[in-house]
């Protein structure tokens, strides 16, 4: 079955390292996503890439890097910079200019310890 | 700007009442319009969306959503709540030519026995 896959589910970071969360997909989507979610505030927009290689910046990219070197591939390192990294992130494909909305993987619980 | 607004954090409903969830957003453009749910810790799944024509769409677990433009709203509605519908719902608006879509902060749905 077609989908994506996030890893891992669960992921602990010391203060001022950086760590990757991994996106893959298997649904042949142009468009791929990042977003943060914390309580009470929804959903929020960090990364987005429509094409290889090529990606943008969302509401709240500061302190996160993202790389597209595949269709299929969309990690996300969130760096040392990123003051307050503990969060659920989210990632989402979709076709472009397609009718469908987002399909979302099942998250990355990052937890600064 | 876009925006979306949920003004209800929280919703309590008793099993077999009827839900409406409420979603008002503001967008220069025909907007495209979602709904999704939310289980704890998972990704988002799509009930149901609205593109164009019929404003009254039915989606997956027997919800309904009613686009009325003049009131910039897209609300969620179900005739009569079962237990499995507890969880935290989101309502998302965009575009496809832009291909991002922007969510509400969301509305968590207890449902009481």
């Known amino acids: 079955d077609g989908g994506i896959t996030q890893s891992p589910k669960y992921l602990f970071r010391k203060e001022g390292q950086n760590v990757t969360l991994s996106c893959e997909q298997n649904?042949?989507?142009?468009?791929m996503y990042w977003y943060r979610q914390d309580p009470g505030q929804g959903l929020r927009l960090i990364y987005y890439?429509?094409?290889?290689?090529?990606?943008q910046k969302g509401d709240i990219a500061e302190g996160y890097s993202v790389s597209r070197e595949k269709k299929e591939s969309f990690p996300l390192t969130v760096t040392s910079a990123q003051k307050n990294p503990t969060a659920f992130y989210l990632c989402?494909?979709?076709?472009?200019?397609?009718?469908?909305?987002?399909?979302f993987g099942s998250g990355t619980r990052l937890t600064v310890v | 700007a876009q925006s979306v607004t949920q003004p209800d954090i929280h919703i309590t409903v008793s099993e077999g009442a009827s839900l409406e969830l409420r979603c008002n957003y503001s967008?220069?453009?025909?907007?495209?319009l979602f709904w999704y749910v939310q289980s704890p810790g998972q990704g988002l799944q799509l009930l149901l969306k609205?593109?164009?024509?019929?404003?009254l769409v039915q989606g997956i677990k027997g919800f309904e959503a009613e686009f009325k433009r003049s009131q910039s709203s897209f609300n969620l509605r179900k005739p009569s709540v079962h237990w499995s519908d507890a969880a935290e719902y989101f309502c998302?608006?965009?575009?496809?030519?832009?291909?991002?879509?922007?969510f509400g902060s969301g509305t968590k749905l207890n449902v009481k026995p």
């Open positions: 998302a608006v965009g575009h496809y030519n832009f291909n991002k879509f922007y």
């Open positions: 989402a494909s979709m076709e472009i200019q397609g009718t469908s909305g987002y399909t």
């Open positions: 609205y593109f164009s024509g019929d404003t």
């Open positions: 967008y220069g453009a025909t907007p495209y």
């Open positions: 649904l042949n989507h142009d468009a």
């Open positions: 890439s429509q094409i290889v290689n090529d990606f």
